[in-house]
């Protein structure tokens, strides 16, 4: 007899062994989806048996995460700002600390009904969350892939948030008028030999989505050279950054006449991203 103890011991440690960090509360995360229940119901009803059909979809499951199949990709969908995305192979997994993004928008833009741009929008993640906080702004979102085009759009749908969301590579298809007041964007921006690539989930995401050219600062660059023809006088330019980029994106934002520059912890403390205002 399988009960959700048992089980969920089992995989703990089958997890634990393959290296993965949290896995219990991943164990947990696979058997309250399956189950439809909360976490509060797994150690209230400990002895309850799986049916068999339930460990054979449940065994699946736990040999994907062995294998090294991101969580979420197994999930189908990941929760970002308190809204469940959709999430797919072709975009990045929306994680804890691009909320701190979304933060650093709120501060920062105090407009009632500001005309707002995300640029590599991926799931749609900032966008939406960002429409979800202030549903009087247009909010419009663009991604050079078709595919994170299609999943943005189709999780607007299903969260029922009205906003843009059409295929663009950086500002090329982007319209010069009449200007945004707010620009984000959690651009690519690891560096090609940074040993994270090769480490947890970034293994087997899009590394379109991950590496920022030679250096890790030439999406950033694309991005600055684009402002003046897009971003109002006044209007403010967000980006997420690595936790050892600081320095160099204060100084892109100095050389490109950005003001009120402030660089934004993340949970951890890491300085995650950095903003400025234009003239």
């Not at 400990?46 to 460990?55: I, K, M, N, T």
């Not at 009632?112 to 549903?135: C, F, M, N, S, Y």
């Not at 948030?161 to 090329?172: E, H, M």
Request: charged letters at 20%; one cysteine or more.
């Amino acid at each position: 007899m399988i009960t959700i103890k048992s089980w969920l011991q089992e995989a703990a440690a089958q997890l634990l062994n393959a290296g993965i960090d949290n896995a219990r509360q991943e164990a947990e995360i696979l058997l309250c989806q399956l189950l439809q229940k909360n976490p509060a119901y797994l150690f209230t009803w400990p002895g309850q048996e799986l049916s068999q059909e339930q460990q054979t979809s449940l065994g699946r499951q736990l040999h994907q995460r062995l294998e090294g199949t991101p969580l979420a990709w197994i999930l189908g969908e990941w929760e970002f700002w308190g809204l469940p995305l959709r999430v797919s192979p072709a975009t990045l997994i929306p994680r804890a600390d691009t909320e701190v993004l979304v933060e650093a928008a709120l501060d920062s833009c105090v407009l009632p009904q500001a005309r707002v741009l995300d640029l590599g929008t991926g799931t749609g993640a900032i966008a939406l969350a960002l429409k979800k906080e202030r549903p009087q702004w247009k909010v419009d979102a663009v991604d050079f892939q078709p595919e994170a085009v299609a999943l943005a759009r189709e999780n607007a749908r299903h969260l029922q948030l009205d906003i843009r969301v059409w295929q663009s590579d950086w500002w090329q298809a982007v319209p010069e008028t009449p200007g945004y007041d707010l620009v984000v964007s959690n651009p690519p921006y690891i560096h090609p030999e940074d040993p994270h690539l090769q480490q947890g989930d970034l293994r087997y995401e899009p590394s379109s989505a991950l590496v920022g050219g030679t250096d890790g600062l030439e999406a950033y660059r694309q991005l600055l050279a684009g402002l003046p023809k897009h971003l109002r006088p006044g209007g403010w330019f967000l980006v997420e950054q690595g936790y050892d980029q600081a320095e160099a994106l204060q100084g892109l934002f100095a050389r490109a006449g950005l003001l009120e520059r402030l660089t934004y912890p993340d949970y951890a403390g890491q300085p995650r991203v950095t903003r400025g205002r234009r003239q």
